[in-house]
């Protein structure tokens, strides 16, 4: 009975503010703003972490679906808009199974809702400005300047819902290249990735982590997280924004800090010392350790045939003795040549040669279980295959296979950080629109022949 009374109060609101100055609208959204948060959202002590917070979603490709899916595994209720018709982008890319959501899709938009609804239309506008009303964080990723340009810059979005909190990824903060369009390896070229990442002497290369979507979609859930905590003293929403330079960058900030040291004399640990001279800026370093501890990347047995049949080891002081006496050069530690750790860095080069004389008779795994006990710091180089097949990683829900409606079985990633009291549940991405009817039925209030006129009218 309540909820019908809701329904019909909800409707009413629409038809009346589709008839009132839009002033009047705002003034009306902002005092229906404050109910609703109060109506939904920390209902409770238990459900997830994030039960009851509702998330807007206009992200698309990977930055922003990343954030959106993790605030969705901590409870959100996620409504992705789509465009109607093809949706995000990533439905239709880098498909493997004809007229299926791709793998690109469906393994960055699990357990969120999605909405196909064109914003830019007349009714679409409206709807959206009800979406705004009803939810609690409004996520985005398009081209700087789309959003504004579909008539929803921030000012009008704070106007809506003063307890809106409103995120954002772009290529790049406020600067010469704001207005840019920026993928993936553009933010690791420009944000100091690419130019540390190689071989010394050799290209500038970036890496198959997605550094810049998903660590960029990491860092902009932080923002968001900490907004929501501090809407619950103010009352009030706020803007988010993380550039991908700038989360690239917060990422290399082991390699500033290197920028600093190079001003006070060459970076003994870096391979090229003390052979090949520096430069003005850091170099790349091969597979280093980029901390004080050195560490290289060894040949395994069967690494004639096997592309990952390696292992990493870290040298570090307190178990080089260990690994000399493991590898059978136990006379390295009587040898002023080579028994202390300023002896050794000239050298780490021949170091690692004859330490790679020893893995070369091992397999990953053997090396791995023989210098773990001796408390060396080191791990195969694991393919995908065999993460893929990792039985500890399934146990502990970090590699999940999902069935969905029309693919069938597939694997994803699950949720990275557990939380005790929030345990994740991974489901199915959404198929394109599936949620449309149940959004503007039961959260904006439409009635069933008002769907039906904007669905011909291609509204949603
Ligand atoms: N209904 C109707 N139109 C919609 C819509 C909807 N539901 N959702 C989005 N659109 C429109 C936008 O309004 C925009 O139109 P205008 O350009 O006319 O304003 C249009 O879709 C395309 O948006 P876009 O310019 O963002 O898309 P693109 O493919 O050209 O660019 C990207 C993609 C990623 C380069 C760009 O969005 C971007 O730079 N984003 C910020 C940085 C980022 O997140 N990059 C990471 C991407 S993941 O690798």
Known sequence: MAKKKQKSARRATVKAAARKPARKIVKAAKKKAARTIKSHAFKGKGGLALSGVRILDMTHVQSGPTCTQLLAWFGADVIKVERPGGGDITRGQLRDIPNVDSLYFTMLNHNKRSITLNPKTETGQKIFTRLIEECDVMVENYAPGAIDRMGFPWETIQKINPRMIYASVKGFGPGPYEDCKVYENVAQCTGGSASTTGEIGSVPLVT???????????????????????????????????????????????????????????????????NIPFGHAVPRAG????????????????????????????????????????????????????????????????MFEEIEKWTMTKTKFEAMDILNPLDVPCGPILSMKELAEEPSLRKTGTVVEVDHPTRGKYL?????????????????????????????????GLSKKEIEEGRKSGVF
């Open 208 to 274: 198959g982590a997605q550094i810049g979507d998903t660590g960029t979609g990491i860092h902009l859930a932080v923002g968001i997280i900490a907004a929501l905590f501090q809407r619950e003293r103010t009352g009030r929403g706020q803007r988010v924004t993380c550039a991908m330079q700038d989360g690239i960058l917060n990422l290399c900030r082991v390699k500033l800090r290197d920028q600093q040291r190079l001003a006070h004399g060459p970076l003994k640990e870096y391979p090229q010392y003390p």
């Open 287 to 350: 597979n280093a350790s980029g901390g004080g501890q050195p560490g290289w990347i060894v040949k395994c047995k069967n690494w004639e045939n096997d592309p990952d049949s390696y292992i990493y080891i870290v040298t570090q002081a307190a178990v080089f003795p260990a690994i000399a006496k493991a590898i059978g050069r136990a006379d390295w530690l009587e040898d002023p040549e080579w028994n202390t750790p300023e002896a050794r860095l000239p050298k780490l080069d021949q």
């Open 412 to 444: 994803t990633v699950g949720n990275p950080i557990k939380l005790s009291g929030s345990p994740t549940t991974v489901t199915r991405s959404p198929l394109l629109g599936e949620h449309t009817d149940e959004i503007l039925r039961k959260i904006v």
